[in-house]
C-alpha cells in the first residue's frame, strides 16, 4: 500500500466494456458466408474456390499496401478487408478471368473505401461497387454464366434471362433454392445464404428490418405485377442476386441507416428499385444497383427518420413566430 | 369500502427501451455491514452535493462533536455539512476531491470517542413543511449516488401534486451492494420512513422497485409490504440502467418524464432506499447524516466487504480496513463501474453521495483498445434515451450545437451503456459530455 507513486489509468466512465470488437462482428460475418461459399464451390467446382481466393487475397493485400504506404495505422486485423473481398467474389460469374478480381478488389478497397477514409467511412458498399464497375467495364465475362456443374441440373440462360424473356428452361423451386442454377459464385444457394443470415440473427450481429423490408417489399411488388402469381414470385426472389443481396449487402452498416425506421425505409426502398430495374429495366438485374443508389440515400434517410427520443416534447408553434 | 389484493408484489408497468447486462460482480452481495472505527483524520469538503457550497461555520481549534454543524449556506439549492466524528478542527484548508475539482473542506483530528453533539434531538415534524425543513437540516442528499439535496425532491408543490413514491432499491450498477444490504438488514427502517413520508407527503401509494437478481431483497421487502394495503414490491428485470430515475419512474408507474423535467412533474417522487432509511431514523433520532454505508470492491481488494463509514474518511483509510491491494490494480474507482468517476489517488476524502470504492485489475477495467467506428448501431440500440451517440459524436466533433439539440442531447444521463456496448471502444460518454456541453454554451449565447 506504500505510495509508490502508481499511475493509475483515468478515463471516463464507463469502466466496463463488453468484450465485443470490430475483428469479432466481421468474423461472423465471415461465419455466415461460408455456407454460401461452400456451396458455390460445389456448383460450379474448383475453379470458384480460386475466385474466392484470388479476390479475399487481393483485397487484404490492396488494404495493407495502402495503409502501409499512406503511413495509416495497418488495419488489416479486423478482418474488414476479408468480408469485402468475400462478398466480391460472390458477385462474381465463376469464369471471370481472374486478373478482373484484381481490378475488383482495388475499385472496392482503394478507391471506394479507403480514399474515403476506410473501415466505416466509406458512403457506398465496397463490394457492389466494384461489381458495377467491373459490370460496365467487362459486361461480356461479367455476363457469362457458367452452367451447375452438377447432374439434373438445368443448362442455358440464367433463370432471371428466362424470367426476363430470354429462351431457356427454368429450374425447379426446389433446385433454385439450393442452388442448382446458373449465376454468381455465392448467389446460387438461397438455402446457404439464409441459413447464414439466420446465423448473423442470432449472434445480433444485422437486425431483421433490412432483409425482411427488402424480401417483404419485393415480394408484394411482384405479386402486385404478376396478378397474384406465387410460384413467379418465389422464382423471382431466389433468382439472382436478391437473397445475397437483402441479406449480406444491404445489411452492410456503413451505408445502411443505424435506426429501426431507417432501415425499414432502406429496405423498401432497395426491394422497389430492385423490382422496377428488373421488370421495366433493359436490365435483367438491379439489386446491385438498388442497393448502390439507397446507400447513397443513407445519410438523407437518416436525416428524415431521426428517432425520437425518451420524453421528446411536441414541437414548440416559436418557429412560425419567428418566421413572421 | 376496503380493497383486498392478494399480493403486494407488482410487476414492472413498462419496460424501458436499450440498456445492458453486465456482469454484476455482486460478490459482496452477502457480507453484512462491518462498521469502520473513527479514522484519525476526516476531511469534509463543503461541496458534497449538487448546488451551492457550503461557508465553514468553525475554526482551527475549535472542538466539535459527531453531529454539530459545521458548514452551512444560506442558497436555497444546499445543505449542511456535520461533523462526522468528534475531535478538534486541525484546519480550514481546499482539498482536492474525487472528481478533481477543489473544493474548501474541515478537516478533523479525531479523538476516537465518537462522542455525539449534545443538541441533536429528534426533530418535531407535524406537517409537509416541517419534513422538508427537518430533511434539510439533516443533511441528507440522495445516497444513491447522484448527491441531490433530499429536501427539494420532497417540496411538494401544490400545483404539482404528487400521487406515488417510488423507492428506489435497484442497485442496478455492477459490484455495488450496499442498497442491497440496506434491504436485507434494515427492513422495518425502511418501512417506517415509507410510512413517515406517504403520511407527510399524502401519498396514495408506495412502490419499492428492486431488480429480480436479488430475490432475497424482494422476499424481505414483501413480507413487510405485505401487511399495508398502499405499499407495494415491484420486481424490475435486472438490465442496467433500470436504477436510472427516469427509468425508474417508467418502470415503476407507465409515465414518461419530458425532456427538462423532474419526475415531480408527472407526480412520482424517487428516493433512493438508503435515504429513506436514514429518514425514518433521523426522524427518530435527530442524528444527522454523517456516516453511510460502501461497498468496497473489486478483484484487487483484499478482502471485499460492506462498510459503514464516516463521511469524509479518507479512500486510503478505507481501503486499508478491507485488507489493501492484493495487487496494484490497473484503475481505481469513486462510485459503480458504469457512472464511477476514475480517481489518480487514494487520498480523497469519501463524500455523502459516494456509495463504492472499486480497484480494478487491467483485465475487469473495461480498457479496450479503440478502433474506427463501424456504424453497427449498438451504441443506439442499448441507449435507453433512444440516442444515436455514433451520430451525436459526430456533430459533436463538427460543433454543431443546433443538431445536436434536436438529436436530444442534453436527455442524455451518461449511464454508459453506449460506451459499454461498442465493439470499437470508443469513449462515448465522453463524446456525450463533449456534446452536452457545447449545446449549453451555445444556449448561453
New interface residues.
Partial sequence: ?E?KK?????????????P???A??MLDVIIALLPAGVMGTIVFGLKALAVIGVCVASAVAFEFLYTKLMKKSV?VG?L?AVVTGLLLAYNLPVDIPLWMCLIGSFVAIVVVKQFFG????NFANPAITARIVLLVSFAGSMTKFADPKLPDAVTGATPLAVLGGAEGELPTLLQMLFGVKGGCIGEVSGAALLLGALYLLARR?ISWRIPVAFIGSAAIFMLIYSKGDFEYTAYELLAGGLLLGALFMATD??TSP??KTGKLVFGIGCGVLTCVIRLYGSLPEGVSYSILLMNILTPLI?KAT????????KKKKTKEGKAA | MAHTRTSALLKAVKKGKGGIHAPYHKITAELETVRMPAPEFVTLPMLQHIGAPCTPTVKKGDYVAVGQVVGDSDKFLSVPIHASVSGVVESVQDVKLANGTMAPAVVIRSDGEMKLFEGIEPPVVNNKEDLVKAIRASGLVGLGGAGFPSFVKLTVKDDKPIDTLVVNAAECEPYITVDYRECIENSWNIYSGVKALQELLQLQRVIIAVEDNKPEAIKVLKSIADKDDSVFVMGLKSRYPQGAEKMMVLSATGRVVPEGKLPADVGVIVMNVASVAFTARYLKLGKPLVSRSVTVSGDCIKNPMNVRVPIGTSLRDIVEFCGGFTEEPAKLICGGPMMGTAITSLDVPLLKSNNAVLALSAKNAGLKKETACIRCGRCHAACPMNLVPTNIEKYALKGDAETLAAMGTMVCMECGSCAYSCPAGKPLVQYMRLAKSIVKEAAKK
Avoid: R, W
Wanted: aromatic letters at 10%; glycine letters at 10%.
Fill in positions: 500500500m505510495d502508481t499511475l493509475y489509468t483515468v478515463s471516463a466512465s464507463p469502466h466496463a466494456k463488453n465485443s470488437s470490430a469479432g462482428v488495419t479486423d474488414s476506410g473501415l466505416g467511412q450481429v452498416y456503413t443505424i435506426n437518416e431521426m428517432p425520437k427520443y425518451f420524453g421528446k416534447l
